[in-house]
């Protein structure tokens, strides 16, 4: 489907319609976030971010790829939600919180042990409760292969995933061209610091053998693309052959066909992080999946409204869908 989207006049490119919310929006947090933090199976932690609203519809939030709960998507995102009178929670992905976790492990595209033991943690406390789940970009890419890697065995009323890098490895020889290298240049300066903060953390803490496993993993500095990061990197920590076996496993399209939980999918041909080649036939989408594509909108983008009054659609966008899958009165 092709969505009626118009970027506003004064953001009409691609890399405007990027650029400005991800550095130039300004956010205040939702009043009443509550940080609770969950103990996982291996030893380490997750940190969630709530906005309670008594008994009612809970959505659960995954961010993107150097993002976190505070990212503005996330924040504007919450601010919506609960004026819809919908509660929220957003996971933290591993060491993204502002407190590294305990392991070399990290996150990536395709990991979606923790949004399992996330949804499963909430479940078990709320059992009637209605659910839905909503991710950007590589959180995006993480919803959408959890859902059809569970099929018919979640409860969730809904999920929407936006900007998606549906082919990792599409997207990684995009980043690699034209201005769209200005993106990978602040993603992997993001990435190295993280990991080497990963490296002090452990060995402050006393975790050896864990800082071992990334110091094994050599010199970072040098990695200029996504294909030599994921190559040594997320390949060398989480269990990949290569790169190329990360992005061929990892992919979210390839599970499109297997989802049972109505999902909205929502993309810009204009993303500069990928190209229109990443968009799947509509033979490869179950019939649980509606795919949305706009014109322009950029990454994580979607902006509308008037010269300094800007209108995130794609808040709206949210809304509206789950508003008929999701009713704030609830189950």
């Not at 291996?42 to 709530?50: A, P, Q």
């Not at 906005?51 to 809970?58: A, S, V």
């Not at 492990?105 to 409760?129: A, K, M, Q, V």
């Amino acid at each position: 489907m092709h969505n009626a989207f118009r970027p506003a006049w004064w953001l009409n490119s691609p890399h405007l319609q990027t650029i400005y919310p991800a550095f130039l929006r300004r956010i205040s947090p939702p009043a009443g976030i509550r940080r609770e933090r969950l103990d996982t199976a291996d030893g380490d932690f997750l940190d969630i971010d709530w906005i309670d609203n008594d008994d009612r519809p809970l959505v659960i939030l995954l961010h993107g790829l150097a993002g976190s709960s505070r990212s503005g998507y996330i924040q504007g995102l919450q601010h919506c939600l609960l004026a819809a009178g919908l509660a929220s929670v957003a996971l933290n992905f591993r060491g993204c919180s502002g407190e590294m976790n305990r392991m070399a492990r990290c996150y990536h595209s395709g990991e979606t042990e923790d949004i399992d033991f996330l949804y499963n943690t909430l479940r078990r406390r709320f059992p009637n409760r209605a659910m839905a789940a909503i991710g950007f970009s590589l959180g995006g890419n993480v919803l959408l292969k959890w859902l059809g890697e569970q099929g018919d065995k979640l409860e969730l009323s809904a999920a929407v995933s936006v900007s998606v890098p549906l082919l990792l490895n599409e997207c990684a020889d995009k980043l690699d061209r034209g201005f769209s290298k200005f993106y990978r240049d602040y993603l992997l300066r993001e990435l190295k610091q993280y990991m080497r903060i990963k490296l002090r953390h452990l060995q402050r803490i006393g975790q050896h053998e864990q800082a071992e496993r990334i110091l094994k993993l050599g010199d970072l500095s040098g990695i200029k693309s996504f294909w030599q990061y994921d190559d040594k990197v997320v390949a060398g920590l989480h269990g990949f052959k290569d790169a190329h076996d990360y992005y061929r496993r990892s992919s979210s399209r390839q599970f499109l066909k297997d989802i049972r939980v109505p999902t909205l999918v929502l993309q810009a041909k204009d993303d500069p992080f990928m190209t229109e080649r990443v968009l799947p036939s509509s033979a490869e989408l179950s019939d649980r999946v509606q795919l949305e594509v706009c014109a322009g909108g950029g990454h994580v983008g979607f902006v509308g409204g008037a010269l300094f009054r800007p209108e995130y659609w794609v808040e709206e966008r949210i809304s509206e869908y789950l508003w008929k899958l999701l009713p704030p009165t609830g189950n």
